[in-house]
C-alpha cells in the first residue's frame, strides 16, 4: 500500500541553522509533491511545489530536492528563525488524479 | 480573496446528534477537498469533488458520513449520527486544476468535539 513518511515527529534546532526535513514514499509515482506548513489552530498553507522531472526548488531561504530514484524529498529551511516553528507537511499528487496524500508532519521548534 | 471558509469554527455535542459541517470554497475553483485531522491519524482524505461532482469517497469512515456539494459555491459534510470517535478538527479545501499539480488552500478548520 501507498506510504508516507516524515524523518521525524519533531526537530529542534537553534536559530540561523539549517533545518532540514525528510519526506519519503513507497508504493507511489508522483508527478508532483507539495511542502505545506500549519502552524497550531490553523489549517495548512502552501510553501513549494516540485515536479518529478524538478531536482530543486526554491523560494527565499527554503529549498526543495526531488529525488524520484530515491523516492525522497528534501525541505530545507536556511538561516532558521524561531518564526519558523511550525508542523510541515509533505503531500503527493499523481499525474491526473486530483487528491493529494499527505504525510503526517514533522513539528520544527526552532529555538532563539 | 475570503479564502476557504467554514462554519462553524467549533461544535460540541453529544453523540448520537447530527452534526452539519459547513463551507464555501474560493471562487473560481473546481476541486474541493474535505480532510480529517486527528493526532493518531494524521491528516486524512475523507473526499472530493471536482465540478461539484463527488469523484472519490473512497476515505469517508462509514455511512454515518455524507458529503454534498449543490453548486459551486457550497459544500457539507454531516455525521448522523455522531460517535465521541468523530472528535476532530475537520478541514475544507479547494483548489484550481491547471494541470501543473494542484496548489490546495485549506479552510481554518471546524473543530468537533463529541462527547
Known amino acids: 500500500s501507498q506510504k508516507i513518511e516524515q524523518n521525524s515527529e519533531a526537530l529542534n534546532i537553534q536559530e540561523g541553522k539549517t533545518a532540514t ?3 519519503n514514499y513507497t508504493n507511489y509515482s508522483p508527478a508532483y509533491l507539495q511542502w505545506y506548513r ?6 495548512p498553507v502552501f510553501l513549494l511545489l516540485i515536479r518529478e522531472n524538478e531536482k530543486e526548488k526554491r523560494k527565499e531561504r527554503l529549498k526543495v530536492t526531488f529525488d524520484t ?7 530545507h529551511i536556511t538561516a532558521s528563525q524561531p518564526a519558523d516553528s511550525a508542523t510541515y507537511l509533505c503531500a503527493l499528487d499523481g499525474a ?3 487528491k493529494s496524500t499527505f504525510g503526517d508532519g514533522t513539528t ?3 529555538k532563539p | 480573496d475570503a479564502g476557504v471558509i467554514q462554519s462553524p469554527r467549533h461544535e460540541v455535542t453529544e453523540m448520537g446528534q447530527e452534526v452539519t459541517l459547513r463551507c464555501k470554497p ?3 475553483h473546481d476541486y474541493l477537498f474535505w ?3 486527528t493526532m493518531m491519524r494524521g491528516l486524512e482524505l475523507l ?3 471536482n465540478n461539484n461532482v463527488p469523484i472519490d469517497d473512497s476515505g469517508m469512515p462509514e455511512d454515518r458520513f455524507s458529503a454534498k456539494m449543490p453548486n459551486a459555491s457550497f459544500s457539507t459534510l454531516k455525521i448522523q449520527p455522531s460517535e465521541p470517535r468523530d472528535s476532530a478538527v475537520y478541514f475544507c479545501a479547494s483548489s484550481l486544476s491547471r494541470g501543473n499539480g494542484n496548489t490546495i488552500y485549506f479552510g481554518e478548520g471546524s473543530w468537533l468535539t463529541v462527547v
Do not use: E, H, M, W
Open chain 1, 21 to 23: 526535513l525528510t519526506c
Open chain 1, 38 to 43: 500549519q502552524d497550531p489552530g490553523r489549517g
Open chain 1, 69 to 75: 530514484t530515491l523516492k525522497q524529498s528534501l525541505f
Open chain 1, 96 to 98: 491526473n488524479a486530483g
Open chain 1, 108 to 110: 520544527l521548534t526552532v
Open chain 2, 26 to 28: 474560493i471562487s473560481g
Open chain 2, 35 to 37: 480532510y480529517r485531522q
Open chain 2, 47 to 49: 473526499i472530493y469533488f
